[in-house]
């Protein structure tokens, strides 16, 4: 069974710092990776997907890499500011036997303060 | 629609109660799922459907717990007889391509949040 953890579960920075939250996984057998962002009250929003052949992605101070093979995956958030607080989730695309499912992590709180 | 839309957004249920979550997925997604997230927790999958078929319903908690789908667009999560252990964030998500192996990316709605007195 596919189990996602995420590491620190809570992080507080101060505004400038850039920081790296961790993601491991135990089955690498997966099809992608995605970070999620979740504001209090708020759904999911996706940040980055990186696909099981791909090493890594990056959209603006954002970069993610995915080590298949040992089964961890890192979110870099450069020069981090109060608006990035929020709840940061790791899921991975498992294979299942009817059709696949996405497997997330309890997530990292982040508070960047200003 | 431009996103996936759930109703209602907050709900609040005597322990017994039935109730109906409402799921309206992206116009044009084929596959739709449910999560369930208990506070300070991640999303745990409950259950899945292609079009109508529901594939894999092995996440529902227990047989309170119903979905359907019958025309392959609008979902409804039914609980019956609530308990106080069914409070929790309900969330729906669709893709287009989920089936595709690499592709298929899950675009989530805002959730039901649910509170069992």
């Known amino acids: 069974k596919q189990e996602v953890t995420q590491i620190p579960a809570a992080l507080s920075v101060p505004e400038g710092e850039n920081l790296v939250l961790n993601c491991s996984f135990t089955?690498?057998?997966?099809?992608?990776l995605q970070w999620f962002r979740q504001d209090p009250g708020k759904g999911l929003t996706s940040l980055l997907l990186?696909?099981?052949?791909?090493r890594e992605q990056t959209s603006g101070r954002l970069n993610a890499s995915l080590d298949k093979s040992s089964g961890r995956s890192t979110l870099y958030i450069a020069a981090s500011q109060p608006g990035d607080s929020a709840t940061y989730l790791c899921?991975?695309?498992?294979?299942?036997?009817?059709?696949?499912?996405?497997?997330f992590g309890a997530g990292t709180i982040l508070r960047v303060k200003s | 629609g431009a996103g996936v839309s759930q109703s209602p957004r907050y709900k609040v249920a005597k322990r017994g109660q039935d109730v109906a979550l409402r799921c309206d997925p992206i116009?044009?997604?084929?596959?739709l799922f449910w999560y369930q997230q208990a506070l300070g927790q991640g999303p745990e999958f409950l259950t899945y459907?292609?079009?109508?078929?529901?594939?894999?319903k092995s996440g529902l908690p227990s047989d309170r717990f119903f979905a359907e789908r019958p025309e392959g667009s609008v979902s409804t999560l039914k609980i019956q007889r609530t308990q106080q252990e069914d409070s929790a964030v309900y969330l729906c998500?669709?893709?287009?391509?989920?089936?595709?192996?690499?592709?298929?990316?899950?675009?989530f709605g805002e959730g039901s949040r649910l509170t069992v007195l």
């Open positions: 998500a669709s893709s287009s391509a989920w089936t595709s192996g690499d592709t298929g990316e899950l675009f």
């Open positions: 089955d690498s057998a997966i099809y992608n």
């Open positions: 990186i696909q099981s052949s791909q």
């Open positions: 899921a991975v695309k498992a294979r299942s036997r009817y059709g696949n499912k996405l497997v």
């Open positions: 116009s044009g997604h084929v596959s």
């Open positions: 459907f292609q079009n109508e078929a529901q594939l894999d």
